[in-house]
């Protein structure tokens, strides 16, 4: 069975400090992996995936990814964070065969003061 | 472009009231739907996912269903509606492996 872990219900974080919000995941064979961004009541806004290549994805508004297959963690990070970025963050993760179903984490909110 | 279009906004009923959220797709074909609901801001539950016209599949059982009548609709359905109901529904769409693509949701409040 498929499930995401995100092991921090809250980051806070000084604005143009880097910013980390962990991710690990179980899924059997390879895993499609994502990143999304929620702002207060809208729908989730997607910021990057994983589906295979690099272990470094770079995605929207500065916010990078780091695969780790042996670690199986996809770690959500951005060097100077910004007020603005204060939001909540899913990440989510599909197998790569045999359906389409997406399962996200928790969710992490990030604080980032000025 | 594709456009997602999910209504109502906002919505409060009795408990035991029949309920009817109703999502549509533009601008893509066979796209796979979905519905997902979070509870109290937070983690998003998946309810429904569909393949296609008439393929629906359950994650969860409960007192919600979901139907496809067409191809780039998706409703989501129950005859009597309970307190534990109450959330933000939020609907997806997506292609073959690529990201989901959000509804700006319907926030159900069940009194």
């Known amino acids: 069975a498929q499930s995401v872990a995100q092991p921090e219900d809250q980051v806070n974080v000084a604005e143009g400090n880097p910013l980390t919000v962990k991710c690990t995941y179980s899924v059997s064979g390879n895993p499609y992996l994502f990143w999304y961004v929620q702002y207060p009541n809208r729908g989730l806004q997607f910021l990057l995936k994983?589906?295979?290549?690099?272990?470094l994805v770079k995605g929207s508004y500065g916010f990078e990814a780091e695969f780790n297959k042996s670690q199986t963690s996809f770690h959500l990070k951005k060097p100077s964070a910004l007020v603005s970025d204060s939001a909540l963050y899913f990440c989510a993760v599909r197998h790569s065969t045999g359906g389409f179903k997406t399962i996200f984490g928790a969710g992490t909110r990030l604080f980032v003061k000025a | 472009s594709q456009t997602i279009h999910q209504w109502p906004a906002t919505l409060v009923q009795p408990v035991g009231s029949p309920l009817s959220l109703e999502c549509t797709v533009e601008?893509?074909?066979?796209?796979?739907l979905y519905w997902y609901r979070q509870a109290a801001g937070r983690g998003l539950q998946l309810l429904f996912y569909s393949v296609g016209i008439g393929q629906i599949s359950s994650e969860v059982p409960q007192n919600l269903s979901a139907s496809r009548p067409q191809d780039r609709q998706f409703i989501l359905s129950s005859k009597k509606l309970l307190l534990s109901d109450s959330g933000f529904y939020l609907c997806a769409w997506s292609v073959e492996k690529e990201k989901l693509f959000f509804g700006s949701g319907t926030q159900l409040s069940v009194l």
């Open positions: 601008g893509t074909s066979n796209p796979n």
């Open positions: 994983y589906i295979t290549g690099d272990n």
